[in-house]
């Protein structure tokens, strides 16, 4: 890279005197920038060349049918781009393009033009992703917070990248638990929610027991944690039985019915003068 710059600095330096043609000052700015990108790579991912570049290609992929929000990546020439404060002076050609859709990889001619002078062709290749808006955390929230509407915002990112069971739809998200503290603007998987937590172990409950002829209460001892509708194991407080029973609220579950042995806790509850 280093003989690349010196080659091109006396190249544009001639013997001749006198300002040094066009074509060879672009090329000896490009060799800078070459240099200069190597030691710092991320300079070189910004320049407003390298956007008209992009928004060329863009433009070149959808008349090919490409649609959708896309993202460029441009390899080849990318920090030769950067052309200083003279780049809003340039008009960007895609000359001819090719296109591999099963790799989402191009190649393209590229033609930097003025209205005086009509620059040589760089031969440039890269990638295009088609870009997917995912609901994310506006902030970082911590275990066992519920997601509210307005803790969600939306980013996008290259549909490729999108791992199996990222949640997609903002609904999915607003009233669920984090079963882990989580950072803004990271995707987030179905497997990192839960609903709401109502009721939790050893909380004291309310057991209710209800058939087609009669309704009891009695008190009870939560084995689990759960939201409204889960089925969790409770302990009845006297007879020290565990019996399955669906959370209604943060404090009251009901029994599920389980035939005779419904009839018969029932029973047993009735001749202990539970509390109806």
């Known amino acids: 890279m ?8 006396l190249f544009c330096h001639s013997r001749e005197g006198g ?3 066009f074509y060879k000052t672009l090329l000896y700015t490009l060799c800078l920038t070459l240099l200069f990108s190597s030691l710092n790579p991320a300079v ?17 992929l959808a008349e090919k049918g490409v649609d959708g929000k896309l993202q460029i990546s441009i390899n080849g020439y990318k920090a030769g781009f950067n052309l ?7 008009d960007v050609y895609v000359r001819s393009i090719n296109l591999n859709e099963q790799n989402k990889r191009w190649n393209a001619d590229i033609v930097f033009a003025t209205q005086e002078n009509k620059l040589e062709m760089f031969k ?12 994310v955390l506006s902030q970082k929230l911590s275990q066992n917070s519920v ?37 803004d603007r990271t995707p987030i998987k179905a497997r990192d929610l839960q609903k709401e937590q109502v009721m939790f172990r050893n909380s004291n409950v309310n057991i209710l027991y209800n058939t087609r ?38 404090g009251n579950v009901e029994a599920v019915s389980q035939g005779n042995n419904m009839a018969a806790q029932t029973a047993q509850i009735r001749s202990n003068n539970y509390v109806r």
Not at 2 to 9: D, P, T
């Open 124 to 135: 440039v290749n890269g990638k295009y992703d088609e870009l997917v808006s995912i609901p």
């Open 213 to 250: 002829s009669i309704s009891l209460r009695t008190v009870g001892v939560a084995m689990d944690g759960g939201a409204i509708g889960d089925v969790i194991n409770v302990r009845n407080v006297t007879s020290k039985k565990v019996i399955q029973a669906t959370i209604l609220d943060s």
């Open 44 to 60: 070189a991912s910004a320049d407003p060349a390298t956007e008209k570049v992009s928004e060329a290609i863009k433009n070149e």
């Open 19 to 21: 300002n040094p043609p």
């Open 147 to 183: 997601i509210k509407e307005e803790d969600i915002d939306w980013i996008e990112v290259p549909k490729r990248r999108i791992q199996f069971g990222t949640v997609m739809d903002s609904e999915e998200l607003i009233g669920q638990e984090l079963k882990r503290s989580m950072r």
């Open 84 to 90: 200083a404060n003279e780049v809003e002076a340039y």
């Open 2 to 9: 280093f003989k690349l710059f010196c080659h091109s600095r």
